[in-house]
């Protein structure tokens, strides 16, 4: 069992950064695959990036490649997201998961991931 907090959503200036962190509890966080997703109104939950626990990473689409960075700590059980250069289209809810991926092919895919968090609220002012 794994519950997930996030925190370090906020309201901030386009163009501005953020640093998002989710922490987690339960003895097994090592061994999970740990995601980020984001959830704007009237859109779907949509696939930001994920971070095995041997460090491996993948990025979802090119609107937040080169702009996010994904991290983890294992003793401190938090993985971060860094977000910089962002822009109104980044406003969303964002959630982090925790599924216990084999590879990282299919981080995208929502049912993958058995624990979620309650979210972030990130709102970028044009």
């Known amino acids: 069992q794994v519950q997930l907090v996030e925190s370090g959503g906020r309201l901030v200036q386009a163009g501005g950064s953020l640093r998002l962190s989710c922490a987690a509890s339960?003895?097994?966080?090592?061994?999970?695959?740990i995601g980020w997703f984001r959830q704007a109104p009237g859109k779907e939950r949509e696939f930001v990036a994920a971070?095995?626990?041997?460090?491996?990473?993948?990025y979802g689409g090119d609107s937040v490649k080169g702009r996010f960075t994904i991290s983890r700590d294992n003793v401190k059980k938090t993985v971060d997201l860094q977000m910089n250069s962002l822009e109104p289209e980044d406003t969303a809810v964002y959630y982090c998961?925790?599924?216990?991926?084999?590879?990282?092919?299919?981080?995208?895919?929502?049912?993958?991931?058995?624990?979620w968090g309650q979210g972030t609220q990130v709102t970028v002012s044009s």
């Open positions: 971070i095995r626990w041997s460090g491996g990473i993948t």
């Open positions: 998961a925790a599924g216990t991926l084999g590879v990282l092919d299919n981080a995208d895919e929502r049912a993958r991931y058995d624990f």
């Open positions: 339960g003895r097994t966080f090592s061994s999970y695959t």
